[in-house]
C-alpha cells in the first residue's frame, strides 16, 4: 500500500515567515493529494489539494507543489499568522480510493 | 466546502455497554463514508471504509463485531462500539466522500466524537 511521510514533524515559524512542510510518498500511481489543517480538538479541515497532472496550486497564502518524479509534494504557507498554528496532515489517494495519511506536522506560528 | 455532521460531540459511557455514532453528510450524497480513530497528538488511524448499502471495509486488527457500521442511507453511516472498554476511549471521526463534490476524491471530515469508557 501507499506509504506517506512527512517531515519535519514539528516546525516552529516566526509570524510573517513561510513555512514549508514537505510530504514523500511511494506508490508512483497516486494521483490525488491533499493537505488537511487540523487545530486542537476539532475536525481536519481541507486546505488545498492537487491532482498529479498539475505541478502547483495556489490559494491565496498556500500553495502546493507536486514533484512526481521524486514523488514528493510540499505546502507552503506564506505571511504566517498566528492562527494558521495547528497540525497539518498530508494525504495521497491509494488505488483503492483510499487516502494514506501522513503522521502531521505542528506548526507554531511565534507571535 | 461540503458539510459532514456527526453526533454525539462527547460521549461517557460504563464499560460493556453500547455507543452508537452517527455521521451524516448534509449538503451531498456520500457514496463512501470512512471511520478514523486518533489517539491524542497522533495520525488518523483508518478503521473502515463503507459504501452505502454494502458491508463495511475493515482495516486489519479491527474487530467487526466489536465496531459495528452500517451506511444505510447515503447521507447517513453510524459506528456502534460494542461492549465498550476502558482502552476503546478515543476520537473518533468520521469522512465522507461523494462524487458530486469536484470528483470522487474530496472527503470532508465530521466533527469527531470524544468516546470515554469509565
Known amino acids: 500500500g501507499e506509504n506517506v511521510e512527512q517531515h519535519p514533524s514539528t516546525l516552529s515559524v516566526q509570524e510573517g515567515d513561510s513555512a514549508v512542510i514537505k510530504c514523500t510518498y511511494s506508490?508512483?500511481?497516486?494521483?490525488?493529494f491533499p493537505w488537511y489543517k487540523q487545530e486542537l480538538g476539532k475536525r481536519p479541515q481541507l486546505i488545498i489539494d492537487i491532482r498529479s497532472n498539475v505541478g502547483e496550486k495556489k490559494d491565496q497564502r498556500i500553495a502546493v507543489t507536486l514533484n512526481k518524479t521524486a514523488k514528493h509534494f510540499s505546502l507552503h504557507i506564506t505571511e504566517t499568522q498566528p492562527e494558521d498554528s495547528a497540525v497539518y496532515f498530508c494525504?495521497?489517494?491509494?488505488?483503492?480510493?483510499?487516502?494514506?495519511f501522513g503522521k502531521g506536522n505542528q506548526v507554531v506560528v511565534i507571535p | 466546502g461540503a458539510v459532514v455532521s456527526q453526533h454525539p460531540s462527547r460521549v461517557i459511557c460504563k464499560s460493556g455497554t453500547s455507543v452508537k455514532i452517527e455521521c451524516r453528510s448534509l449538503d451531498f450524497q456520500a457514496t463512501t463514508m470512512f471511520w478514523y480513530r486518533q489517539f491524542p497528538k497522533k495520525s488518523l488511524m483508518l478503521m473502515a471504509t463503507?459504501?452505502?448499502?454494502?458491508?463495511?471495509?475493515?482495516e486489519q486488527g479491527v474487530e467487526k463485531d466489536k465496531f459495528l457500521i452500517n451506511h444505510a442511507s447515503l447521507t447517513l453511516s453510524t459506528l456502534t462500539v460494542t461492549s465498550a472498554h476502558p482502552e476503546d476511549s478515543s476520537f473518533y471521526i468520521c469522512?465522507?466522500?461523494?462524487?458530486?463534490?469536484?470528483?470522487?476524491?474530496?472527503?470532508?471530515f465530521g466533527p469527531g466524537t470524544r468516546l470515554t469508557v469509565t
Open positions: 506508490d508512483s500511481a497516486s494521483n490525488y
Open positions: 463503507s459504501n452505502e448499502g454494502s458491508k463495511a471495509t475493515y
Open positions: 469522512s465522507a466522500r461523494g462524487s458530486e463534490r469536484g470528483g470522487v476524491y474530496e472527503q470532508y
Open positions: 494525504a495521497a489517494k491509494e488505488g483503492n480510493n483510499r487516502l494514506a
